[in-house]
């Protein structure tokens, strides 16, 4: 940034050089009383000149300052520091540079934001791969050194193993796929209503295996545009956990209402619910309740990301009298 100050400060002297130059020459061969008058107006003119040279300087100065701030913060940035954020000087002022400060901490925050959630990605996955892979190991052994007679059981616990694997593998790819945009097609108007009442039909057939029930109780019409499959995604997910939790002999109640300029989606189930500190988190990857058993926790997370693709938002309450209430509101098209 010094080079700048320089490079304005250069010019300016530079131009005022020329202009010297220029009087000099107008007035060579004048008359002494004209060359007289000459030399007391060059006097005021540098006078003049020297004292805009000092304003030059300090606006030069006041202008600049603020760009090596900026400049030192994304150096910061760059090398890897990413908690740094401008000087709060900058953020106090009341012009452009503010709004441009506040745009870069706002920046800083969403980098650190992101990549802070991708270590922690890493280590989760780390972790929920690390016990599958042990227990396969620990089968592989039995089935090499063990007798005979119990090869069949370890073949059988090496087989859900590998099918855990598989289920955590796919619905890691499923969440990078939302998070990178790959694969999404082109962005189309459907039917929510038959959507969900279509994911309702299937859920209803998988949940009668566990005696249990899938219903619409409400079903208003409603039309949204986006991707139809990471919808169904997201409402397929929320409604298995539901199916999953709810008490043995009860309905997962699903209910389609247009309120305003959205479509607000509902699936209620009759399980123990989740505690009130964790409504939020459970929609994170890998968050679980402690006791809920099977399931990676990715389930929650991939709605969460798709319904954040198509600028709604997802939420979870508490039901009365026991129970969970997740709600997905879409934006709907008129």
Not at 95 to 123: T, Y
Not at 156 to 170: K, S
Not at 212 to 218: A, L, M, N, P, S
Not at 303 to 312: N, S
């Amino acid at each position: 940034m010094r080079k700048l100050v320089f490079t304005v400060f250069l010019w300016f002297w530079l131009s005022l050089i020329t202009m010297v130059i220029i009087i000099v020459v107008v007035t060579h061969g004048a008359g002494p009383r004209r060359g007289w008058q000459t030399v007391i107006h060059l006097h005021d003119f540098f006078v003049y000149t020297i004292g805009g040279a000092v304003f030059c300087y300090y606006i030069s100065r006041y202008l600049t300052r603020p760009l090596v701030k900026l400049g030192a913060a994304a150096e910061g940035i760059a090398e890897g520091r990413l908690e740094t954020r401008v000087d709060e000087s900058l953020t106090r002022r009341r012009d452009e540079v503010a709004e441009l400060a506040q745009n870069f901490d706002r920046m800083a925050e969403r980098i650190e934001a992101l990549v802070a959630g991708q270590r922690r990605l890493l280590g989760d996955v780390s972790h929920e791969l690390r016990s599958p892979l042990a227990r396969l190991m620990v089968a592989l052994s039995l089935v090499k050194r063990g007798p005979a007679e119990e090869a069949g059981e370890a073949l059988e616990r090496i087989g859900v193993e590998a099918r855990r694997l598989d289920a955590l593998i796919g619905e890691l790819l499923t969440l990078t796929r939302i998070d990178s945009g790959v694969d999404r097609g082109a962005r189309a108007r459907f039917d929510l209503t038959n959507l969900v009442q279509e994911i309702a039909s299937d859920g209803d057939f998988e949940a009668r295996a566990r005696n249990r029930k899938v219903t619409v109780e409400v079903a208003d019409a409603c039309v949204t545009e986006g991707f139809e499959e990471l919808v169904r995604s997201a409402v397929e997910n929320v409604v298995r956990n539901a199916i999953r939790y709810t008490a043995e002999g009860t309905a997962v109640g699903i209910s389609v209402e247009r309120v305003g300029l959205s479509a607000r989606i509902s699936v209620r189930d009759h399980g123990p619910g989740v505690p009130d500190h964790m409504l939020s988190e459970i929609f994170q990857p890998f968050r679980r309740v402690e006791g809920s058993g099977e399931g990676a926790g990715l389930g929650l997370a991939i709605a969460e990301r798709a319904v954040a693709v198509h600028r709604g938002s997802i939420r979870a309450v508490n039901a009365p009298g026991g129970g969970l209430i997740v709600e997905i509101e879409l934006p709907v098209v008129a």
